[in-house]
């Protein structure tokens, strides 16, 4: 037989509705009093929490309930409050009771009433339910509609577990359905793996401040996901400052400690007025630092206090600055490699990757192609001021090779807006036909051909084919004659010393090989990679 469990109301004591005088005080309402006077509830126990000073009033209300409910226990319990309107001194004192409380919840049912004591006290009681500190439903009591003698009112239970109302329920399935969308653009996504990422990623975003790592090739759309993050987080007023995208690829040399926290006037020749930095301009803002792993160590040291800390030090100032940001990383390098070879530091990586998520490439999402499609010829359509669209024909021609393995994708995203942008602009009428497919298609079949590489000179081996397609064409070209100028050398210094040669005369330092070494780094490789690849003989 199942046994009944015991209702244990926790209270305040009311200073003016709990008070009364003589027997006047049965012909008005008292809130506390009233509970246990209700013919269709037994209150087994009462904690009745009261400063010092209302001691006598607790006395009195003891006494009365003890007339109108003797099967009613009541605990006075002396909260030592010297301001009950201060709200860190009251959600202190009421946290110490919650935690030391014995409660038993397979005997007990616990009720907070939230209807005396001062609006501060109110506002604590609903902070520690909904935090679960005090296990139970909010009780909230409510005067007769017409003061009687003897009238007890009404009282309303509320459970703070929003699950259980189904208006509410309904509603916030709704909101989080809108984010999501948002966090889509509205594209119908159909990839199983990116549809569980988006949701896990908006739950993240709406609750959470903590750095999120989005991995993935590039144009797969860190950026363009981090944008939308940003988006989310401003409509729920969650971030008021302005949303900040860095790609660090581009941060090189001693510009790039300057650019992103700032400098002091007179930091270095040229600093010939104070920088705010990047960072700076992201406070309570998003700064989303594309390409991390591109950093330089020095530059990784500084990041790392500034996302601990949220302060600072500008290159060349002595007093530090402060920047409330929200951080979202994203690369296409392995960066687990990267600290396993030294080249990023343990500590910002294992800092960043709390929420860490890998975006696939466009080749592993070929049911997405359809939809994006769809809402990238809208939106050039837009840019371009006029309707565009596919012939029938056209249209099931061009998705069959976009879906087909003889579509590289090798850009991702960005492949197939430009694609599409290059069809829409030289569409006459509006209308893309089967020529204007079949020549985008020959195209890109051109534009995805391998590189030509020559046999003196190849980066196979020393970078991954998702760090090759990462290097613009410029960087690509230049590190592979350095490359091959370093293997056809015997020693660093000698390489250093043939690769800056022109500009010695006109140089304090002539440390070549630290230069070279430095520029190497730059894309995770050091002479002992280059030396063991050389080809051999």
Partial sequence: MTSIKKI??????????????????????????????????????????????????????????????????????????????????????????????????????????????????????????????????????SPPRRQKTGEVGDYVLIDLDLSKYDPIARRFAREQADAIA????????????????????????????????????????????????????????????????????????????????????????????????????????????????????????????????????????????????QLIAGTHRDLRRDVAAGRFREDLFARINLWTYELPSLTRRPEDIEPNLDYLLAQHSTELGRMVRFNKEARRRYLGFATSPAARWSGNFRDLSASLLRMATLADGGRIDDDLVNAEISRLGTLWQPEPTTTECTLDGLLTEAELSGLDLFDRLQLESVVRICRESRTLSEAGRRLFAASLANRSSNNDADRLRKYLARFGLDWGRINASRPKT
């Fill in 182 to 325: 948002l966090l889509k653009s509205g594209i119908a996504t159909r990839n199983d793996h990116f549809n569980r990422v988006i949701t896990e990623i908006e739950t993240v975003a709406v609750r959470s401040r903590a750095p999120i790592l989005l991995m993935g090739p590039t144009g797969a759309g860190k950026s363009f996901l981090a944008k939308r993050v940003y988006e989310l987080k401003k409509a729920r007023r969650q971030l008021e400052g302005p949303f900040v995208e860095v790609n660090c690829a581009t941060l090189r040399g001693d510009g790039a400690a300057s650019a992103l926290f700032g400098h002091t006037k007179g930091a270095f020749t040229g600093a010939v007025a104070e920088r705010g930095g990047l960072l700076r301009s992201a406070d309570r803002g998003l700064l989303f630092l594309d390409e991390i792993g591109e950093l330089g160590a020095d530059e990784q040291a500084m990041l790392l206090k500034a996302i601990e800390e949220k302060k600072f030090f500008p290159v060349g100032g002595d007093r530090e600055v402060e920047s409330h940001f």
């Fill in 8 to 141: 244990v109301v926790i209270g305040f004591v009311g200073s003016q509705l709990d008070s009364g005088k003589g027997m006047g005080r049965w012909e008005k309402w008292r809130p506390t009093v009233g509970l246990t006077q209700r013919e269709d509830l037994v209150i087994h126990r009462l904690e009745l929490l009261h400063a010092p000073r209302h001691r006598p009033l607790v006395d009195q209300l003891v006494a009365d309930i003890g007339q109108v409910s003797p099967e009613t226990r009541v605990n006075p319990v002396s909260i030592d409050l010297a301001d009950p309107w201060d709200f860190g001194e009251v959600y202190g004192a009421l946290y110490d009771f919650a935690t030391g409380y014995p409660f038993d919840t397979e005997k007990e049912d616990y009720w907070i009433h939230i209807t005396t004591g001062t609006h501060v006290v109110q506002i604590c009681w609903f902070l520690m339910a909904e935090a679960r500190y005090l296990p139970g439903l909010l009780l909230q009591t």
